[in-house]
């Protein structure tokens, strides 16, 4: 990552031409990397459920839509996760989450059915952020 973005400044010092597309990584570390390197105490299923946001944000191309500072925006996700149910009875997806984490064992199956919620889970976030208008209306462009 080092490597990437001291090449990148270096192209852009000596007015060289640059696809964005080259180091995409490097441009979504500006967005992605305060929410990796920060300074709340998240329990493991917390952390695994910010690790999969940045991977779907990146995936998706979103994560440069957020307005919210990156701690508000992790205290968001964990709020919406915590709160997200299908049913009153049924456990959260962090309760499931850290469920399968103590379990150390568990069936495959289990582990597929809580990856599935947990991407419905981000999906239903986005569209609460575009709701809550925490969201600009359309995502940074790579060009710098």
């Not at 500072?69 to 049913?87: C, G, H, Q, R, Y």
């Amino acid at each position: 990552m080092n490597d990437a973005q001291t090449q990148h400044f270096l192209k852009k010092q000596l007015k060289i031409f640059e696809d964005p597309w080259e180091n995409y990584l490097v441009h979504d570390a500006k967005y992605f990397m305060p929410l990796l390197c920060h300074s709340q105490m998240l329990n493991i299923e917390e952390q695994v459920l910010l690790a999969s946001f940045i991977r779907h944000s990146i995936k998706e191309e979103s994560i440069s839509e957020y307005k919210l500072k990156p701690s508000a925006l992790v205290d968001e996700l964990i709020t919406f996760a915590t709160n997200f149910k299908d049913d009153e009875e049924e456990p959260s997806l962090l309760e499931k989450l850290a469920a399968i984490l103590k379990s150390r064992t568990a069936p495959k199956d289990s582990v597929i059915a809580l990856e599935e919620e947990m991407e419905r889970v981000l999906k239903m976030f986005y569209l609460q952020m575009r709701v809550k208008g925490h969201l600009k209306p359309y995502k940074d462009d790579y060009f710098v």
